[in-house]
């Protein structure tokens, strides 16, 4: 048992969940006593959120993004929570915790309160469930003028409010790059002390419909860089830009793809099917015989585990007890592979994947350009 525990270890930082706190230790925030980070000290920060922004593929791919070569040597390369998606790493880096603390165990999970017996995926709440207390909304309550720029359909989504219920909420399209340099700037310049937060969504998409190998998401980093570039010459003197990412990718081949629902070994005992290609959630009745099965038929190409040893391996941080259950009855961290299903019928047309434990998927940079 223990060979599926010690593969697993969040090593000593620094962490993405640690940025937050970082700048709040700066600005005085009580609560946030220390930057864990080594940040630049100021009164205001934009903080862009680049969705898909690895370590490995930011250093392979920096002729393509000068302004972002510019500043890599001095990079601090972050650790994000596991599973590596969006949904759990955006509510790490919000509240401070891993999903254990703050619930949201992946792209999607068993709530256990739905009769249809469908998997609930975060990224489509309409409306906040219960979760870990907001670093931003904290930052809010003692005087910081905290502003979030994101895609207007963000706004209001159930995930958005559970990161903060407090910050103005700015809606702006991810492709219109002068507007949300105009809201950005506006938003750095109120109050004493400022926080921007900036979702940026293309790089992801672009990675998952072409793959990070492909020329077009070369093109994406290379106009993302020049609005962090526009973005840094209209920022006033005395805002520090922090620009880092939400997990990494990597390109999946078609010999690598395993399909669950068409496997009798792999479907045999399944209830539910959570999680996503690169890290599933297995929710069943019959944990002994599904582990064993699935053990055997992965061998080296995943870590197949029950929802204790994870547990125990830190996997997802302390778990709340509220949220024991949402974590599968097996869970399968994928080294090589991707297993597919057909409860997720878009996974089928991805190219690029995330979500698991290898170095491409669970380091991102932390870009500082402190002005």
């Known amino acids: 048992m223990m060979a599926y525990v010690s593969e697993f270890s969040y090593g000593d930082g620094p962490y993405l969940w640690d940025l937050l706190p970082s700048v709040g230790a700066h600005l005085g925030v009580s609560g946030y006593d220390h930057d864990l980070i080594g940040l630049p000290s100021s009164r205001r920060y934009v903080v862009v959120l680049v969705d898909g922004l690895g370590w490995d593929i930011t250093l392979r791919a920096c002729a393509q993004a000068p302004s972002i070569a510019s500043v890599i040597g001095d990079a601090a390369k972050l650790s994000v929570c596991m599973p590596t998606t969006t949904a759990a790493s955006l509510m790490s880096l919000w509240t401070s915790v891993l999903p254990g603390s703050h619930g949201i165990m992946g792209f999607s999970f068993d709530m256990g309160q739905d009769s249809s017996r469908k998997v609930a995926t975060p990224l489509s709440f309409k409306e906040p469930i219960e979760s870990a207390s907001s670093v931003l909304d904290a930052m809010a309550a003692q ?45 750095s310049q109120r109050g004493n002390q400022s926080v921007v937060y900036v979702y940026e969504s293309r790089l992801d998409q672009t990675g998952h419909k072409r793959g990070v190998a492909s020329q077009q998401w070369a093109t994406v980093l290379t106009n993302i860089d020049a609005f962090l570039e526009d973005l840094r010459s209209r920022l006033d003197d005395d805002v520090c830009l922090l620009v880092t990412g939400d997990h990494g990718m990597v390109d999946v081949p078609s010999h690598a793809r395993i399909e669950i629902d068409t496997d009798p070994v ?36 995943a870590s197949v585990m029950k929802r204790r040893v994870a547990i125990d391996s830190g996997l997802f941080g302390p778990v709340d007890p509220a949220y024991l259950t949402r974590i599968g009855d097996v869970v399968v961290v994928a080294h090589t592979t991707a297993y597919l299903t057909k409860s997720f019928p878009g996974e089928y047309s991805l190219v690029g994947m995330h979500g698991g434990w290898t170095s491409a998927e669970r380091y991102v940079p932390l870009l500082v350009d402190p002005g």
């Open 143 to 187: 005087g910081v003028s905290v502003s979030c720029v994101v895609p207007a359909e963000h706004v209001h989504s159930g995930l958005t409010l559970m990161g903060t219920r407090a910050a103005e909420m700015i809606g702006v399209d991810v492709t219109d790059s002068p507007a949300r340099i105009d809201a950005t700037v506006s938003a």
């Open 266 to 301: 792999l479907n045999q005992d399944l209830r539910l099917v959570g999680g996503e290609a690169r890290f599933r959630h297995l929710y069943t009745d019959h944990p002994q015989a599904v582990l064993e099965r699935w053990r055997e038929f992965c061998g080296a190409d």
